[in-house]
T-cell receptor, first 111, second 117 residues
Framework: LAKTTQPISMDSYEGQEVNITCSHN???????ITWYQQFPSQGPRFIIQ???TKVTNEVASLFIPADRKSSTLSLPRVSLSDTAVYYC????????????FGAGTRLFVKA | DVKVTQSSRYLVKRTGEKVFLECVQD?????MFWYRQDPGLGLRLIYF???????EKGDIPEGYSVSREKKERFSLILESASTNQTSMYLC????????????????FGSGTRLTVV
């Protein structure tokens, strides 16, 4: 199982781009990378997934280098409402039964 | 737009009680999961189920059991509650098959904060 490591916390200001990097050195060939956002008193919410290179959706971008040993979630022009905990989750492609959530990165966006 | 519903937001139980946490999903997902979340430890998988009446242990199954009699419902049971089971409990579901969990993600409920006194 791929263990993930993220920074514990990050601060930013409104309007800035925020990049959160997750390390997953022992990622397997058939593992996929996903990211979640969690607000207080709510369950995590799926944001984005990728296997390699770059993926972009309406919420974020995900950058994955060729060796796939890390991934970077990019949030463009953050607002106060982006203050949350962000989790990187890596797991095998077939069932997702054995995935490990790390401790997450607490992002605090200031005015 | 509610998709995964956990029966209680807050629960207070006494040590030694048998506790039932209920989870219902309306997305016809095959896979369902129970996690607990504690500060600094992230989410830890307790049990999961990939079909009715099927269950598999996760990383921390001790002190817990589960029941899945219907596809939409997955129950977590604390056989004899202890204070170290005070935690936030999260239920999640995903569709089956390759791509189910990463294309659509886990859909989580809002959680049940359980306090055992």
């Amino acid at each position: 199982l791929a263990k993930t490591t993220q920074p514990i916390s990050m601060d930013s200001y409104e309007g800035q781009e925020v990049n959160i990097t997750c390390s997953h050195n022992n990622i397997a060939t058939n593992d996929y990378i996903t990211w979640y956002q969690q607000f207080p008193s709510q369950g995590p919410r799926f944001i984005i997934q990728g296997y390699k290179t770059k993926v972009t959706n309406e919420v974020a971008s995900l950058f994955i280098p060729a060796d796939r040993k890390s991934s970077t979630l990019s949030l463009p022009r953050v607002s106060l409402s982006d203050t949350a905990v962000y989790y990187c989750l890596v797991g095998e492609g077939t069932g997702g039964f054995k995935t490990i959530f790390g401790a997450g990165t607490r992002l605090f966006v200031k005015a | 737009d509610v998709k995964v519903t956990q029966s209680s937001r807050y629960l207070v139980k006494r040590t030694g009680e048998k506790v039932f946490l209920e989870c219902v999903q309306d997305m016809d997902h095959e896979n369902m999961f129970w996690y607990r979340q504690d500060p600094g430890l992230g989410l830890r998988l307790i049990y999961f189920s990939y079909d009715v009446k099927m269950k598999e242990k996760g990383d921390i199954p001790e002190g817990y059991s589960v029941s899945r009699e219907k596809k939409e419902r997955f129950s977590l049971i604390l056989e004899s509650a202890s204070t170290n089971q005070t935690s936030m409990y999260l239920c999640a579901s995903t569709p089956a098959g390759t791509g189910g969990w990463y294309d659509y993600g886990y859909t989580f409920g809002s959680g049940t904060r359980l306090t055992v006194v």
